[in-house]
């Protein structure tokens, strides 16, 4: 898998993983003590600029690119495997997202 440099990075609160995003539009999912991947997906069609995780328990993040789309991402967590799901909920295809926001983009 090519996923070029790490143009993004993102840790929830509770800290036992990391979201990278990659100039591809891979988010790839680590595990913050083993360092093992635990899940990779190609979700973007640009490069990611941003992650955000979201303020509460669950494992959900919001991921911006450079074509102006945004994403919510969830993460699911079973006995031995992770899995995830997403949804686009912004397409500018005009202008990048830097700077994402869980207030004010999610309720």
Known sequence: ????????????KEGFIICGGYESGHLLIWDATSSALLKSLLVHESPVLAIHFYNDDKMRLLSSDAKGGVLK????????????????ILMTNTRPIYMIDSITLMK
């Open 1 to 12: 898998m090519k996923t070029g440099a790490v143009t993004a990075i993102g840790q929830p």
């Open 73 to 88: 991402v969830y993460i699911n967590r079973s006995l031995w495997s992770y899995g995830a799901e997403h949804e686009r």
